[in-house]
């Protein structure tokens, strides 16, 4: 079926740090790529996504290309901040429109001022 | 214009209890998907409705897990009785039509069997 994996956590970086979290999937089809961020006690929140291949999703500084040939949509920053600490969580859609989420295990972003 | 609401927050139960999780969607979304997290884990789908019927539940567990959603009221995620590998959260998403793009998520509830 269909899987997302992620670089293995936790990852600490210095404030203004270069962060780069892998993502990888394996999906039959064409399915839309997320990234979603939960800070400490709180729900998901969608950072951003991207429907089709060589599609850039970026929200706050963050950035993601969706890569179909090496299938992957890996998250980075050009410079971090305090704030940005939380866990970072890849998903996908297993075909555009479907109903049901398949994430990743998370990966703890711990940054240091 | 209120997100989605997930109650109680934190629930804590004895093994052989009963749980139950409510989930409000936001106004105007008529679908809703539950997912649940086991601690350190990423987020496992669980079942998804719409307003009086199940669309997909194959991630619920075949037993003691069943969910609701009324044509009023919240939709219900109800565990019978509870056992230990039930802690998790549960977290509850609602869209306005169906598909993932659409999703926005609740804060989630944090159960505790002891």
């Avoid at chain 1, 079926?1 to 979290?21: H, K, N, R």
């Avoid at chain 1, 400490?40 to 996504?49: A, D, F, R, Y």
């Avoid at chain 1, 060589?54 to 179909?68: C, H, I, P």
């Amino acid at each position: 079926g269909d899987s997302v994996t992620q670089m293995e956590g936790p990852v600490t970086l210095s404030e203004e740090a270069f962060l780069t979290i892998n993502c990888t999937y394996t999906a039959t089809g064409y399915p839309s790529l997320f990234w979603y961020v939960q800070y400490p006690g709180e729900g998901l929140q969608l950072l951003l996504k991207a429907t089709k291949a060589d599609d850039k999703g970026s929200n706050k500084g963050f950035e993601a290309t969706y890569r179909k040939e090496t299938t992957s949509f890996h998250l980075e920053k050009g410079s971090v901040q305090v704030s940005d600490s939380a866990v970072y969580f890849c998903a996908l859609s297993d075909i555009q429109g479907a109903q049901k989420l398949v994430f990743g295990q998370g990966t703890r972003l711990t940054i240091n001022p | 214009n209120a997100g989605v609401m997930q109650n109680p927050r934190h629930l804590v139960r004895r093994r052989g209890q009963e749980a139950r999780l409510r989930c409000s969607p936001m106004k105007g979304h008529s679908h809703v998907y539950w997912y649940r997290q086991l601690p350190e884990e990423g987020l496992k789908f669980m079942v998804y409705l719409q307003k009086e019927n199940i669309i997909d539940e194959s991630g619920m567990p075949k037993e003691r897990f069943s969910a609701e959603f009324p044509k009023e009221g919240p939709s219900i995620l109800r565990i019978q009785q509870v056992v230990r590998g039930d802690s998790a959260a549960y977290f509850c998403a609602s869209s306005p039509e169906q598909g993932a793009d659409g999703y926005t998520f609740g804060s989630g509830t944090r159960l505790t069997v002891v």
